[in-house]
Structure formats: structure tokens, C-alpha cells
């Protein structure tokens, strides 16, 4: 619960997107079917959800408000609810129904009254919809729970067979062989050439953006060329493009990205950051690896997956958790430990070969073992 944190108020965290069409009616209950989550500005907005039927379509607007202020003439009267009640108000030209409520994403489950004649109630068909939609969910959880624990005791038995048999640390090549292929990603859309000559390349790169693949409060991510000197080939790269008053987000992620031992199969690959004067003003950009198809709460909406496609992609998802989490590289490095903050599905891309890769490191917290326990406190929730 965001609300409450050592006695402190803490902004809500809703689903954010603007007036769009929705087939949510003839309903008792149903989801905004929004895939924008944001922190509300204020510690005093709610989340609220806005309804509307007219005679040419259904729209649906998601947003954070505070209370104590009108929207579209009406009165939040109901922000102190858990749940997304929905009201019908007055309006001109069509009907409308609005909620508002506090919560994390309370405002993305839509509940109309039963006794709405606009909206009578079809217990059958909800059960369905819910079944359907908790079943993957719940067995995904199920199995990275598992293949977490089954990859945890895996390691810590080799690790204690290697103690018991007094087995000399690994050479410095097999080592670098190790990292290497780890490091050498292939089923990555960036090949090995392009990222090394970004990697000591100190001018902006020669990128040419194609088109808004997502959008959140803070960015917005293009799919983009990155052409390779003068000839006509490209790679395909994904472009985050923060606003200049987005600054303070675009840095936590890049100084986030920049830890030369996060770098993983299972963790999104990072080229470059780069600042970058335009029309619009200022600009701060995180050029990453694109991959086409996109996050993991879209690729399980749009397609059923087999037992071995789950598999993939819970122990890849798993791989991926371990090392943001561990204290030490698989070559044995030291590194610091790394919290995501905001672990969900549309945070977690889907690779060409399916397996999983950790993405939007905004809220992310590195557990520096040089700070002390009330430092890390102080550092918000984890």
C-alpha cells in the first residue's frame, strides 16, 4: 500500500490515459484495460475513472484528481473508497459514470451498480472473464516462485560441494570466458559490432526515430534507426525520450544502466545516454535494445503460450530477478545489489527466442553496502 509509509501520505498509484474508445458496457464490473500506470503528482490526488456513452460511441478516461477540486463539474465524493464504485452524473447528450477511490491502480477495475438497467448484472459471464484472466497470472507466480527457489538451493549446493572439495577459484580466462558468453547476447536485436563502437563513441549518435511504441508520465519510447556510418544499413534500436523536466528520472535510470555488472542476458541491453538540443527544447534519451515484441503483459494478451513457452519465460524471468538481486557477477565479482520497485508485466520484455528481460529501472534503488541501515531507510520503500 502506497498510501501509508512511516506515518508519512504518499502519492496514489493509478492507471493514466487519456480519452479512449472502450467495449467496457452491459457490465456489472469491468477492467479500464489501461496500460499506463503513474504516480500521482500530489499526495492529495486520487485515482478516478470517467465513463461515457453518447450515441456514437463508449469512452473511458483514467487520471489522477484531487478531491477537493470539481472535474467536469461534479464532486468526488467517494474518494475514500478502496474500490472503483462507479456513480452515474448528470450530463448533457449522453450518459456518464464516474469513480474515484484510493489505492494502488483501484481505478482500474470498473464496479457499476447492479441495479443500473444500462448495466445488468451477468454473475456466469464475470466468472469467466476472472477465471480466465487469473488463471495465467497465477500460474506464471507459481512457477517463477519455483524456479527461483529450485536455481537458489541449485547454486548454493554447488557452491557448497565446491567448498567441501577445496576447489581452487577459476582462472582469470575461464572467468572472462564465462562473462563473455553472458555478455554476448546474440538473440539480441543489437549485434556485438554496433555495441562496441557505441561504447567509445563520444558524439550523439546518428539515430533516426520511427515511430511511439509506448508512453508513460515520464517518457515516451520510440522504435528508431541507428545507422551505421555512411552506408544504407541500420540497426533497430529503442529510444526512451525523457522531457527536460524529466531530468532527475532520466539520471536514475542511467546511472542505473551504467553499472558495468548489471549487464545480463535477461536484463534490457543498454547502449548509450545521450543529451540532445531540439525545437522542443532539451531532451534526454536512454538508447536501449528493441524488441519487437514488446512487453510481457501484451505478448500474454495476445497469445496462448504451451507449458515450455512457460517455462522459458518464468526461469528467463527468474535469471534475470537473481542477478539484479545478487551481491556478486556469475564470474564472481562484487557488485551492488539492485531493487526494481516496480515489478509488474508491462515492465518485462519478451525477446525473439521468449525469454524475459528486465526493463524501466526509474524507481529502482541500489543497495550500496557502504550505507547504513537508517540510509537505507530514508531511501523509500523497497
Not at 63 to 82: A, F, M, R, V
Not at 151 to 173: D, G, M, Q, S
Not at 247 to 276: C, G, M, P
Request: proline letters at 3%.
Amino acid at each position: 500500500d502506497r498510501t501509508k509509509e512511516n506515518g508519512l501520505q504518499m502519492p496514489n498509484l493509478c492507471k493514466f490515459c487519456d480519452i479512449k474508445v472502450t467495449t467496457c458496457s452491459n457490465q456489472h464490473q469491468c477492467k479500464s484495460n489501461c496500460n499506463i500506470t503513474s504516480i500521482c503528482e500530489k499526495n492529495s490526488e486520487v485515482c478516478v475513472a470517467i465513463w461515457r456513452q453518447n450515441d456514437e460511441n463508449v469512452t473511458l478516461e483514467t487520471i489522477c484528481h484531487d478531491p477537493q477540486k470539481t472535474l467536469y463539474g461534479h464532486i468526488l465524493d467517494d474518494s475514500s473508497s478502496e474500490q472503483c464504485l462507479m456513480r452515474e452524473k448528470k450530463e448533457d447528450g449522453g450518459l456518464m459514470f464516474m469513480c474515484s477511490c484510493t489505492g494502488e491502480e483501484c481505478n482500474d477495475m470498473l464496479i457499476f451498480p447492479s441495479d443500473d438497467p444500462h448495466k445488468p448484472e451477468d454473475k456466469d459471464e464475470i466468472s469467466k472473464v476472472t477465471i480466465i484472466s487469473l488463471v495465467p497470472l497465477l500460474v506464471i507466480s507459481v512457477a517463477v516462485i519455483v524456479i527461483f527457489y529450485a536455481y537458489r538451493t541449485h547454486k548454493k549446493r554447488k557452491l557448497n560441494k565446491a567448498w567441501e572439495k577445496n576447489v581452487k577459484p577459476r582462472k582469470h580466462k575461464d572467468c572472462s570466458d564465462v562473462c563473455a558468453i553472458m555478455l554476448d547476447d546474440d538473440r539480441s536485436d543489437i549485434s556485438s559490432t554496433c555495441a562496441n563502437n557505441i561504447n567509445h563513441n563520444t558524439e550523439l549518435l546518428p539515430i533516426e526515430l520511427d515511430i511511439v511504441v509506448g508512453k508513460g508520465r515520464f517518457a515516451e519510447v520510440y522504435k528508431a534507426k541507428l545507422k551505421q556510418n555512411t552506408s544504407e544499413q541500420y540497426e533497430t534500436v529503442a529510444v526512451k525520450i525523457f522531457p527536460y523536466e524529466e531530468y532527475a528520472s532520466w539520471k536514475t535510470e542511467k546511472d542505473i544502466f551504467s553499472d558495468v555488472n548489471l549487464k545480463h542476458e535477461n536484463i534490457l541491453q543498454f547502449l548509450t545516454a545521450e543529451e540532445r538540443k531540439t525545437d522542443l527544447g532539451k531532451q534526454y534519451w536512454l538508447i536501449t535494445a528493441f524488441h519487437a515484441r514488446g512487453n510481457l503483459q501484451e505478448y500474454l494478451t495476445r497469445h496462448i503460450i504451451s507449458w515450455e513457452d512457460l517455462w522459458k519465460l518464468g526461469g528467463s524471468l527468474a535469471r534475470g530477478i537473481a542477478h539484479l538481486h545478487s551481491d556478486h557477477t556469475p564470474c564472481g565479482r562484487p557488485k551492488t545489489p539492485i531493487v526494481h520497485r516496480d515489478l509488474k508485466s508491462s515492465n518485462i520484455l519478451v525477446k525473439n527466442d521468449l525469454t524475459c528481460c528486465l526493463c524501466d529501472f526509474g524507481l529502482s534503488l541500489r543497495l550500496d553496502p557502504s550505507l547504513s541501515v537508517d540510509d537505507l531507510a530514508n531511501s523509500g520503500q523497497v
